[in-house]
């Protein structure tokens, strides 16, 4: 049984580009309604589906584009200029779709890369609530006859309810009590409409409304071997899984700072001046210039950190050292930093250019400051710093694992 979505087959990046552009122009002009009344965007996401866009990263052996991840990369900041949701919703499609050409099988990939040609989207089940770290997965997929038994919860499930498939990060243990971080882990991916799966829209979160990432039940579901893919090995040797996970989330920061940039000149246009200025246009006022400058240096060298990093991936992918990958993830580390800041520094600015009238609860600005700490949130800077002084003073590799 494959999906029964059809999508476009784009003939070059080029074309993915453009489609990108266009599919944003179209989702910009609902993104606030469908933010102020928490709106799901279904049809946003049939037609990004549709577009050809989930399959830029299938490898052309297996009929795809095996576009570049700077290209990729591009293709997320685009979205999220225009709405950070819809952009956020495919973030672990191409994740996951990495874990299947990392570690599937020749038959796995032949399957889940004909099902992403055809417009499936995957989405995660990762994230668990409660005191442990992130990196233990209570959840487990326990051996039984050919196959798996799938038992769990999940939480911050993106996209999973417009998900044709949902991949299960998994300990595989027969015992919960006893999973730690050393245990290993498997991806299984389960179809959306599989018994004893539930999938609940119950995401509260005061910005990236829409990205439905509620939870996920998973009760004792049956999975074939030939739905699961390791997860564990992709970190024993030099991989590129971390920096490309985090290469994406960065550029939706990088987009929620492009959207704000773009639309404080437009608040900035409406302004009035203010009187000490001596001046007829807000937009002349020798202060808001200033911050206006300011702010533009500061999106534009997100803009470039982006790119860098998306090329060092990319050289990593084809090359891929100790040496390379490393560095990669530092690139990377480095162009998240500068997002994070990016995003939420010119989300506030836009208040600044925009005046009093900018903070009228009927205008909606203020989602472009609540998507930004939302999803800024999502992966601790702090740390990544750390990484990156380490690195710089003594040329320490960072850690591999799927947040760096």
């Known amino acids: 049984m494959t999906t029964s979505r059809t999508a476009t087959r784009l003939a070059d990046t080029d074309e993915a580009l453009r489609v990108a552009s266009a599919l944003a122009d179209e989702f910009a002009a609902g993104a606030s309604r469908r933010d102020a009344e928490r709106e799901l965007p279904r049809d946003e996401i049939r037609a990004l589906a549709a577009s050809g866009l989930l399959a830029v990263t299938v490898p052309t052996e297996y009929g795809g584009l095996a576009a570049p991840y700077e290209v990729v990369a ?16 495919p973030h672990s499609h191409f ?28 989405a995660n089940a990762q994230s668990e609530r409660g005191s442990r770290a992130v990196n233990i997965d209570s959840t487990v997929l326990r051996r039984q006859g050919d196959g798996y038994v799938l038992s769990g919860r999940k939480f911050y499930s993106t996209g999973a ?48 409304r829409t990205t439905a990432s509620g939870t996920v039940t998973l009760d004792d579901i049956e999975v074939p071997d030939t739905a699961v893919v390791p997860y564990t090995p992709i970190f024993e040797a030099p991989t590129t899984y971390g920096a490309q996970a985090q290469l994406l989330h960065s550029a939706i920061d990088v987009g929620i700072a492009t959207g704000a940039l773009a639309e404080a000149v437009v608040q900035a246009g409406r302004a009035r001046p203010h009187f000490e200025a001596d001046v007829e246009r807000a937009v002349d006022d020798p202060l808001l210039v200033q911050i206006a400058g300011e702010a533009t240096v500061t999106v534009r060298a997100a803009q470039a950190l982006l790119a860098e990093a998306g090329r060092a991936v990319d050289r990593a992918r084809a090359n891929p050292t100790a040496e390379t990958t490393a560095a990669a993830s530092i690139e990377v580390a480095t162009a998240k930093v500068a997002a994070t800041r990016a995003a939420v520094e010119t989300a ?36 990544k710093l750390q990484h990156i002084g380490r690195w710089t003073l003594s040329g320490t590799h960072p850690p591999r694992y799927g947040v760096l």
Do not use: C
Not at 161 to 182: K, N, Y
């Open 95 to 122: 994740t996951f779709l990495e874990a299947i050409r990392s570690q599937g099988t020749d038959e796995q990939k032949r399957f889940f890369y004909g099902e992403v040609l055809g417009g499936a989207l995957f």
């Open 348 to 383: 506030n600015i836009l208040f600044e250019l925009g005046g009093t009238r900018s903070a009228s609860g009927a205008a909606n600005l203020s989602r472009y400051w609540r998507d930004a700490r939302t999803h800024t949130l999502h992966d601790a800077t702090r740390w």
């Open 161 to 208: 309810l417009f998900a044709d498939w949902i991949a299960v990060r998994a300990s595989l243990d027969d015992d919960p009590d006893a999973t730690d971080a050393s245990t290993p882990k498997a991806v299984a991916f389960v179809r959306r409409d599989t018994a004893g799966l539930t999938v609940v829209d119950d995401w509260d979160g005061m910005g990236q």
């Open 74 to 89: 591009e293709i997320f900041r685009i979205l999220a200029s225009a709405d950070p949701s819809i952009a956020q919703i």
